[in-house]
Structure formats: C-alpha cells, structure tokens
C-alpha cells in the first residue's frame, strides 16, 4: 500500500476515534461545565502537515461529522471547517512556519471564529442562552481546545513522520518578493 494512502487512512481514522471519544465520553471531561471539541485542533494539525486539497478536504469530512451530532444549523460546520483546512494550508505552504505553533494559533482563531459565527446565527434564531454566557462558554471551550490541542498535533505529527514520502522532503523554497535574484536584478 503507498504510503501516502496509509498516511489517509490514519489519519481518518484518527478523525473517527476522536469524535467517537467526544461524543461517547466528552461529557464525563467537562471543565468549567465546557464540554472538550478536539476537531477544530485536529482540523488545524492536518492542515498545517498536509497541504491545501489535504486540509480542505479533511475540514469536510471533519465538519459533516460536526454537523451530524451539532445543534447549529446543516452545514455551518462543515462550511467552516473546509474553508478553515484550505486558508490554514495556503497560508502555512505561504507566510507561515508549519510546526505546532502555528496550528495552536490557527486552533485558537478557529474556536473563536466558530464561537462568533455560532452566537451570530443564535442571534438569527433565537435561543435560550443570552449573548454573555454564549461568549463565555466559548471563551473557555477555546482554552480547553487550546489546552488539547498538543497531544492531537504530536498524534498528526507521528502519522505524517512514520508516513514520509520522498516528495514530501522536496518542498519548494518560499519565494520572498524581494529577495530573489530575478526580482532584484542582481
């Protein structure tokens, strides 16, 4: 089997395990009465290890899967999932250093973004949870992504080392606009 198929299959496994473990027994590690969302720091982790089609695509399969067990509206999750796995990609293969801090920043936006999307559309249609206690809930639901978010790097990390392909170490060198012999002349 090729190894970067074997590297897929890990990782969607990992997918399945994790959200397994959230909703079988997420409500037994509840802390500050928030209970543990490990997807968008996983979601993030691949993204930032697997490139633009790898991070979109794994944000699909990980939003549809929020999307089943969430109370937000069909599709909020996997919409912002998919578009948060290919900006996160693009971003890391442009600006951004791939490596754990980056996907612990990217988990943070992520959470936050989500938290503010989801008070929006709670704002939309109306629930029974006031605007404060929304933002505070998501404040400490972040922190416990955050607080997450290194063991599901250091499980993405081992997957994509153990799975290592020729092609994955020939990176192309960032081009720095400015820098390079054919844009200054030199």
């Not at 997807?39 to 993204?47: E, I, Q």
């Not at 929020?66 to 796995?85: E, H, K, N, Q, R």
């Not at 900006?87 to 920043?105: C, E, K, N």
């Amino acid at each position: 089997m090729p190894k970067k198929t074997l590297r897929w299959m890990l990782l969607y496994a990992l997918l399945m395990i994790l959200f397994a473990a959230g909703t079988s027994f997420g409500n037994r590690l509840r802390l500050f009465g928030v209970l543990p969302d490990v997807l968008p720091a996983l979601v993030c982790a691949v993204a930032v290890c697997a490139g633009r089609a790898g991070g979109a695509w794994f944000g699909f399969a990980a939003g549809l899967l929020s999307d089943v067990y969430s109370p937000a509206p069909i599709g909020f999750y996997f919409a912002l999932y998919f578009f948060a796995g290919a900006v996160i990609a693009s971003l890391t293969d442009t600006v951004l250093r791939p490596g754990y801090p980056t996907a612990l920043f990217c988990t943070v936006l992520l959470h936050l973004s989500g938290a503010a999307l989801d008070t929006l559309l709670r704002r939309l249609y109306p629930a029974a949870m006031p605007a404060g206690e929304i933002f505070r809930v998501a404040t400490a639901g972040t922190l416990y992504s955050a607080l997450l978010s290194a063991p599901v790097w250091a499980a993405v990390r081992a997957i994509v080392r153990l799975t290592r392909t020729p092609e994955d170490t020939r990176r192309a060198p960032r081009r720095i606009r400015g820098l390079s012999p054919e844009v200054d002349g030199v």
